[in-house]
């Protein structure tokens, strides 16, 4: 009964509304919490990043405003709103001005293929995945659409590496998604949350909790990392490197709304990987199914949320060749034989066979993929060329 | 039916004006993304017409990996720098559109004068991802290993033309 | 007017205006957007004919379509990489000075 609320209430409230305007408000009832909720959680984790942060780095992150500094966000919003929009004279005002709004409704549109919840999901696509992907990709133009338009030579630099990042990453990002698609045998994510909906004794039959799938989740995150350029991978915008990148001539509000898209496009990807990984809106263990299903979901999303923030904290950041090394030299591959694997996996029998085969497969790649990257970087000797 | 025709005519429009936007403005950036602006048009288009797959797949592909090239290519080729016109000059211009324009008018009749005109109500044509992967595993094998043949071949053809020879200086 | 020939029609105006730009433009990156222009406006007529030709249902047209993705895709970056490796002997994209005609 808790479980289904959202769902009893739309409809509840689809009742009050006149037939001919009904599918209008149906539609209109199953956005407005997507655009409700996920902003709230975006301000949410500002202050849980910056807080998480710095008690990593051992200091306390801000305390000042609100209990604990919980009432960060509106102070944010309040200082991004009243600041003065600058536009670079130069700049190409009609790209310049449209960038963050594409930014913002492609951000938008993969929640709607989401399953948050038992029976709830906005639109549910027969090519869900794919769509997922198609509208990711889409995003990389109005990064370099940010980045060109501001007539900046480093804005236009962070632009390109951005855009070199997202594709070359976006191949793994696929590939170990095509790994699930093959298991579960369809792109829509509803069928994909409920082949993973079983329990075998005490373990659910989330495909995290086999050999390819653990491999699979593994480099769907690294990937997810970056896609949506959080670090280690932020070459395109840290701010000790290249200032801002390629929003460095945005100030005031637009500011905050590519701020808003990124954290944005990190919750769907995140969403995705719990679906395609983590069983989407099931249950860990067989006794606690009586929980809501949507609590499920975002508790394993704030889960990757924190994962996310401990990474930012603790690694270094990736240099641009290092960044691309690893994307096709390791992850391209792994993720290659983590399709193999799992085809392994879902045309052996149920059995032990199964998994020694799928394991193998896997370390054996690993083994051998991690040994190539490290010896090839080996340090020599310096040597000094002289101009003749 | 009433309403799939105005979001038909809507996105068709989109269409076009991208397209003419890409081949008459100025910046070559511009016309870059006005061409990506009728690609995503277009994948709205089949989404329109109910093929799934197929817009997702155009949106996937030229939206987000042609468009991209192509303007990574502008940029690679210093484009927009230069000042001259846009257009070729002389005779050149006028034949051009004088061609596309007659193409545009035999096809136009030609439609008119089909069946197209007098075909009855449309029927449904559903197309699960399902069926498609069956048909293509099913019949359309050996074009789908060809296809994969001809990626790669077409992959490692760029990234050989495109590479930059090693300076032989030491 | 039905759908179907309303589909045609916008995938023939689409031709013509690649076509257009393919013979009118001097910059060969932008020959090469007419050219994909084209491709997409005969993919627009196997979607059309595969949604309500009278053999609508059999999954021909769009399997012509996929592929007819694929290939374009190949095509767009052997033509740009050509276009590329031009630009660096030649130092140029410009048409009417890589043809040698005088103008």
Redesign the interface.
């Known amino acids: 009964m808790l479980d289904q609320v959202f769902v009893l209430l739309k409809h509840w409230l689809l009742g009050y509304s006149p037939v001919v305007l009904q599918p209008a408000v149906s539609i209109l009832l199953t956005i407005l919490p997507i655009l409700l909720v996920f902003p709230v959680l975006f301000a949410l984790t500002t202050v849980l990043e910056r807080k998480g942060l710095g008690r990593i780095q051992n200091r306390y992150g801000p305390n000042r405003v609100g209990f604990f500094g919980i009432l960060q966000p509106m102070a944010d919003a309040v200082k991004s709103l009243t600041k003065e929009d600058i536009v670079p004279a130069s700049a190409d005002h009609t790209v310049h001005f449209l960038a963050p709004l594409i930014l913002l409704a492609v951000a938008f549109l993969p929640y709607a293929v989401l399953p948050i919840g038992r029976n709830m999901i906005a639109a549910d696509l027969d090519a869900g995945v794919l769509f997922f992907f198609a509208i990711g990709a889409i995003s990389e133009l109005s990064v370099f659409m940010a980045g060109w338009s501001s007539r900046n030579k480093y804005s236009l630099l962070g632009a390109m590496r951005a855009v070199a990042q997202m594709i070359s990453y976006e191949v793994p990002l696929l590939l170990s998604s095509v790994a699930v698609i093959m298991a579960a045998g369809s792109l829509s994510t509803v069928v994909i949350v409920e082949k993973q909906s079983g329990f075998s004794g005490i373990f659910p039959h989330w495909y995290v909790l086999t050999p390819w799938g653990f491999a699979g989740f593994i480099l769907f995150m690294i990937a997810a990392t970056a896609e949506t350029n959080r670090s280690p991978f932020d070459l395109p915008e840290g701010e000790s490197e290249i200032i801002a990148g390629y929003y460095i001539e945005y100030s005031g509000f637009k500011f905050a709304l590519f701020f808003l898209g990124e954290y944005l496009g990190m919750f769907a990807i995140s969403g995705l990987g719990i679906t395609l990984f983590l069983g989407g809106w099931t249950a860990p263990l067989p006794f606690l199914t009586w929980v809501p299903s949507w609590i499920w979901f975002f508790a394993k999303l704030l889960g990757l949320i924190i994962g996310f923030i401990w990474v930012r904290g603790t690694l270094p950041r990736l240099r641009m060749d290092q960044l691309m090394n690893f994307a096709w030299k390791f992850m391209l591959p792994m993720a290659l034989v983590v399709v193999v694997s799992a085809g392994a996996w879902r045309f052996l029998g149920q059995g032990v066979t199964r998994w020694l085969v799928s394991l193998v497969f896997i370390a054996v790649a690993y083994v051998l993929l991690a040994r190539g990257v490290e010896t090839r970087n080996r340090i020599a000797k310096r040597t000094y060329r002289f101009a003749e | 039916m009433s309403l799939?025709?105005a979001t038909?005519f809507i996105l068709?429009a989109i269409?076009?004006v991208g397209?003419?936007a890409?081949?008459m403005l100025r910046g070559?950036v511009h016309?870059?993304l006005a061409?990506a602006i009728?690609?995503a048009g277009?994948g709205t288009?089949?989404l329109n017409?109910?093929?799934q797959?197929?817009g997702l797949?155009?949106l996937l592909?030229?939206v987000g990996?042609?468009a991209v090239?192509?303007v990574f290519?502008?940029l690679?080729?210093r484009?927009g720098d230069?000042d001259?016109?846009?257009?070729?000059?002389?005779a050149?211009?006028i034949?051009?559109?004088l061609?596309?324009?007659c193409?545009?008018a035999v096809?136009?009749w030609a439609?008119?004068h089909s069946f197209?005109?007098?075909?009855a109500v449309?029927?449904a044509?559903?197309?699960t991802v399902r069926?498609?992967g069956t048909?293509?595993m099913a019949d359309?094998v050996l074009?789908l290993e060809v296809?994969g043949l001809?990626?790669t071949?077409?992959?490692i053809?760029?990234?050989i033309?495109?590479m930059?020879e090693k300076q032989a200086t030491q | 007017?039905?759908?179907?020939?309303?589909?045609?029609?916008?995938s023939?105006?689409?031709?013509?205006?690649?076509?257009?730009?393919a013979?009118?433009?001097?910059?060969t990156?932008?020959v090469?957007?007419?050219i994909?222009?084209m491709l997409?406006a005969a993919?627009?007529n196997f979607?059309?004919f595969?949604?309500?030709g009278?053999h609508?249902?059999a999954?021909t047209g769009?399997?012509f379509?996929?592929?007819s993705?694929?290939?374009?895709?190949?095509?767009?970056?052997?033509g740009?990489?050509?276009?590329?490796?031009v630009?660096?002997h030649t130092k140029t994209?410009?048409?009417?000075q890589l043809t040698g005609r005088p103008?």
């Open positions: 799939m025709s038909f068709a269409t076009l397209a003419c890409a081949m070559l016309c870059a061409v009728a690609f277009l288009l089949y017409l109910g093929a797959f197929l797949a155009q592909v030229y990996a042609i090239l192509i290519v502008i690679l080729t484009g230069s001259s016109p846009p257009l070729s000059r002389a050149l211009p034949t051009g559109l061609v596309a324009a193409i545009f096809l136009a439609v008119f197209a005109v007098h075909s449309p029927l044509a559903p197309a069926e498609l048909v293509l359309y074009p296809i001809m990626l071949a077409a992959l053809g760029a990234a033309i495109a930059r | 007017m039905t759908p179907l020939a309303g589909c045609l029609l916008v023939s105006m689409l031709f013509a205006v690649g076509l257009a730009g013979l009118t433009r001097r910059n990156i932008l090469l957007v007419g994909e222009l997409n993919n627009l979607v059309a595969w949604r309500f009278p609508n249902g999954s769009m399997i379509g996929i592929f993705i694929g290939v374009a895709a190949a095509e767009a970056a052997v740009l990489a050509l276009i590329l490796a630009y660096r994209t410009d048409l009417s103008q």
